[in-house]
């Protein structure tokens, strides 16, 4: 009858090809990177990206106005605090992210 034929490669490969295989140049990493942040990038990105917020951008400017004598309504630091609070817990939330979720890389 027509039986059919199987051809079946052995994955082994034969000791001269061994040989030949270490002889190739190293290949380059397929590692992907996927974090949005480097160690020394942090900061600045970090500060970029929440000035992108107009509200950010407004409540700074606020706090800022406040250490103009003829404007201010209150202690010009005491203005900054709630400001800085939001930006640092911004901040932290963004590089747990970026560290824990996402695997922080120092390259």
């Known amino acids: 009858g027509g039986g059919k034929t199987r051809l079946v490669r052995s994955s082994l490969l034969p000791p001269e090809a061994e040989a030949e295989k270490s002889k190739r140049p190293a290949l380059a990493s397929n590692r992907l990177k996927t974090t949005k942040y480097t160690a020394l990038s942090f900061l600045p990105k970090n500060l970029f990206e929440q000035f992108h917020r107009l509200a950010n951008v407004y ?49």
Do not use: M, R
């Open 59 to 107: 409540f700074v400017f606020i706090a800022l106005l406040n250490f103009v004598p003829a404007v201010n309504a209150f202690q010009p630091e005491l203005a900054l605090a709630p400001v800085l609070f939001i930006l640092a817990v911004t901040a932290i939330k963004d590089l747990w992210e970026d560290y824990i979720v996402l695997g922080f890389s120092v390259s």
